[in-house]
C-alpha cells in the first residue's frame, strides 16, 4: 500500500482540500446529528465551463441507438463493441473529443431478455487499459470488470518498474495475482438471469474510473421479460431511456477534468479542490446540454439514471402553468416495485436508477414541462424540458400490481450484521476516503460470506457517499434508525448514504461465487480508495 500512496501523493494541501469539501467536518468532530442538520447539497466541487453555454431546451433529446447483435444463434446474443476516440458536436457548434463505446456517448443501447445470455466482445483501442463492469448485472465474476482485470491496449508499454506503475499490477505497484490480464479483446459474459432492470455498463478501471467515465465510457443496457411487456405501461417511443450527467467543457471544447495525469496513464488523482468529487455545470442528458423532447399529451415511462460522477438530483417535473406533476415510481435500480409510489420530489444519487411515469395528458398542447434539479442553482438547475406536441390517444396503465417477485427478507433471516464507516481519513501519512479506516486493497479480504447467506449491513457516512454492491440487490430498512424514504423502496443496488447518516440494508449473497466489490460510486471517492473486496465462497 505504502507504494500506492506515495504515488498518490496526499498532501497536506490536499488533505485540507479535503478538509475544506468537508466543511471541516472531520476535523471538528461534528456530530452526526450536526451534520445532518447543516447538510450540504451535494458533495463536490463544480468546473466552471470556458465556452459559451447554449439556451437550455433547444437541443433535442437524444435517444441512444439500439446495438444489432453480431449473432443470435445458440440462445445467444453476441456484440462487439470497440472503445475508441471519437468526437461529437455535443454544444452545438463546437467538437468535443470523447472515449466511447462504438464512436457514441451515450454507448449504444444493448437490449437483453432475462435469461438469455449475452456476450459482448470489447475491443479496447484507447490509449489506456480499460475494465468493464455491467453495473446492475447478475454477472459470473470473471465477467463482473474487477478493476485490476484490463483489456491491455496494442503496444501498451509497462511503465518502468521503479514507478510501480505495473499494467498487471494496477497503478502504485499495486500487485493484484488474481487479476486476469487480457490483450486488447476480453469476451464478457452475462447470464442475465435477474430481474429486468435499466443497468449500465461503464469503465472501471483501477483508480481511474472517475476520468473514463467523465470522458464518456458508459452506455445503457435494458433487462426485459414477457411479464413485464405483459403490464401495458407505455412502451415505444413513450418510454424514454434518460442518462443524466454533468460536465464542463474547456476553451477547445473538450471535456474539461481536474485530472492530476490528464494522459490517464499513470498518476491517479484530481487537483485539490476537486477531491471531494468533480461537478460540471452543463447537465446532459443523453448526452445532450438540457434538451428538449416533443411528446405527445400522454403518459411515458422515463428510465432515469444518474451517470453523473458526484452529482446528486432532486428532480421535480414543473408545468410553464408552475404545476408540479406527479412521479409516479414503478421501478428501482433492480426492477420493478410491488406496487407504484408517487413522489413529486425525486432524490437521485449518482448511479441509481429510478423508473417513473409522467402524465403530460393534463398539460395543453405547445405547453412545457421542465425537469428542474432543485439542488443545482443557476444553469445547473435546469436538467431538461418536454415540450407537449400533440393531442393523442393513450391505452397505457398504470397496474396497482406491479411485480410479486421482490424478495422480502426478514431482519431475523440475517446471519450476521456488518458494520461500515464510509468516511474521509489517514491514508499512510496522507488522507484519502476509507471504508472502516481501510484505502482499498486488492489483496486483502474485508468481507466473507458464504453463498446464500443473508447479511445486514450497517453503514455510517461523513459526507454523501453512494454506496454501490455489485452482484445483489438489496432491501433499505432504515435511515438513521428510522424508516426508509419513499424512494428507497423497491430492490436496490445503491443506497445514498447522506452526510451523518446511517442506513441499514438486507441482502441475500446468491448468485455466483468469486471476487466482488462495493465501493462508493461517486467516481472520485472510488478512485480515491473507497472501495472494499466482496468474496462470495
Ligand atoms: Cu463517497
Known amino acids: 500500500?505504502?507504494?500506492?500512496?506515495?504515488?498518490?501523493?496526499?498532501?497536506?494541501?490536499?488533505?485540507?482540500?479535503?478538509?475544506?469539501?468537508?466543511?471541516?467536518?472531520?476535523?471538528?468532530?461534528?456530530?452526526?446529528?450536526?451534520?445532518?442538520?447543516?447538510?450540504?447539497?451535494t458533495t463536490?466541487?463544480?468546473?466552471?465551463?470556458?465556452?459559451?453555454?447554449?439556451?437550455?431546451?433547444?437541443?433535442p433529446l437524444p435517444i441512444p441507438a439500439v446495438l444489432k447483435p453480431v449473432s443470435t444463434s445458440g440462445g445467444?446474443?453476441?456484440?462487439?463493441?470497440?472503445?475508441?476516440e471519437a468526437s461529437a458536436e455535443i454544444l452545438p457548434g463546437v467538437r468535443t473529443p470523447l472515449w466511447t463505446y462504438e464512436g457514441a456517448f451515450p454507448g449504444p443501447t444493448i437490449e437483453s431478455r432475462r435469461g438469455r445470455p449475452v456476450t459482448v466482445t470489447h475491443r479496447n483501442e484507447l490509449p489506456v487499459p480499460t475494465v468493464v463492469h455491467l453495473?446492475?448485472?447478475?454477472?459470473?465474476a470473471a465477467s463482473d470488470g474487477y478493476p485490476t482485470d484490463l483489456v491491455l491496449p496494442d503496444g501498451w508499454q509497462e511503465a518502468a518498474p521503479h514507478t510501480g506503475h505495473g499494467s498487471a499490477q494496477g497503478a502504485h505497484g499495486m500487485h493484484d495475482p488474481r487479476a486476469v490480464v487480457t490483450k486488447l479483446t476480453r469476451d464478457y459474459t452475462f447470464p442475465l438471469d435477474q430481474r429486468p432492470a435499466l443497468l449500465w455498463y461503464h469503465d472501471h478501471r483501477m483508480d481511474f474510473t472517475a476520468p473514463a467515465i467523465w470522458r464518456g465510457l458508459a452506455g445503457l443496457q435494458i433487462v426485459r421479460d414477457d411479464a413485464e411487456d405483459d403490464l401495458g405501461l407505455p412502451a415505444g417511443p413513450r418510454e424514454l431511456p434518460l442518462m443524466i450527467a454533468d460536465r464542463a467543457f474547456a476553451a477547445d471544447g473538450g471535456l474539461d477534468y481536474p485530472s492530476l495525469d490528464p494522459t490517464l496513464r499513470e498518476r491517479p488523482g484530481v487537483h485539490e479542490p476537486y477531491l471531494a468529487g468533480v461537478l460540471g455545470d452543463v447537465i446532459l442528458v443523453n448526452g445532450a446540454p438540457w434538451p428538449v423532447h416533443e411528446v405527445d399529451a400522454a403518459r411515458y415511462r422515463l428510465r432515469i439514471l444518474n451517470a453523473s460522477n458526484a452529482r446528486h438530483y432532486e428532480l421535480e417535473a414543473v408545468s410553464d402553468e408552475g404545476r408540479r406533476l406527479d412521479l409516479v415510481q414503478i421501478g428501482a435500480d433492480q426492477g420493478l416495485l410491488a406496487a407504484p409510489v408517487t413522489h413529486r420530489l425525486l432524490p437521485v444519487a449518482p448511479a441509481e436508477r429510478y423508473d417513473v411515469i409522467i402524465d403530460f395528458s393534463g398539460v395543453?398542447?405547445?405547453?412545457?414541462?421542465?425537469?428542474?434539479?432543485?439542488?443545482?442553482?443557476?444553469?445547473?438547475r435546469e436538467v431538461m424540458a418536454f415540450r407537449i406536441a400533440r393531442r393523442a390517444s393513450d391505452g397505457s396503465r398504470i397496474p396497482l400490481a406491479l411485480s410479486t417477485d421482490l424478495p422480502a427478507w426478514r431482519r431475523s433471516d440475517a446471519v450476521r450484521v456488518r458494520e461500515?464507516?464510509?468516511?474521509?481519513?489517514?491514508m499512510h501519512g496522507g488522507h484519502g476516503w476509507l471504508i472502516s479506516g481501510l484505502p482499498f486493497d486488492p489483496a486483502r479480504a474485508d468481507v466473507t460470506t458464504h453463498l446464500g447467506d443473508v447479511e445486514i449491513w450497517r453503514m455510517v457516512a461523513d459526507v454523501h457517499h453512494p454506496v454501490h454492491l455489485h452482484l445483489v440487490g438489496f432491501r433499505v430498512l432504515s435511515r438513521s434508525?428510522?424508516?426508509p424514504l419513499p424512494h428507497d423502496v423497491g430492490l436496490k443496488d445503491t443506497v445514498s448514504l447522506r452526510p451523518g447518516e446511517g442506513v441499514e440494508i438486507i441482502t441475500r449473497f446468491d448468485g455466483y461465487r468469486g471476487r466482488y466489490l462495493f465501493h462508493c460510486h461517486n467516481a472520485e471517492h472510488e478512485d480515491m480508495a473507497m472501495m472494499a473486496n466482496l468474496e462470495i465462497i
Open 44 to 59: 463536490g466541487a463544480q468546473l466552471r465551463s470556458a465556452v459559451p453555454l447554449p439556451p437550455p431546451f433547444q437541443v
Open 135 to 140: 453495473h446492475g448485472g447478475r454477472t459470473p
Open 76 to 84: 445467444t446474443d453476441r456484440y462487439e463493441i470497440t472503445q475508441r
Open 481 to 483: 434508525g428510522r424508516p
Open 420 to 426: 461500515f464507516a464510509f468516511r474521509v481519513g489517514q
Open 364 to 380: 395543453p398542447v405547445g405547453g412545457l414541462v421542465r425537469m428542474v434539479n432543485r439542488l443545482g442553482s443557476g444553469r445547473t
Open 1 to 41: 500500500m505504502r507504494e500506492r500512496d506515495e504515488g498518490r501523493g496526499m498532501s497536506r494541501r490536499r488533505m485540507l482540500g479535503i478538509g475544506g469539501a468537508l466543511g471541516l467536518m472531520a476535523a471538528t468532530g461534528m456530530s452526526a446529528s450536526a451534520a445532518l442538520a447543516r447538510r450540504p447539497p
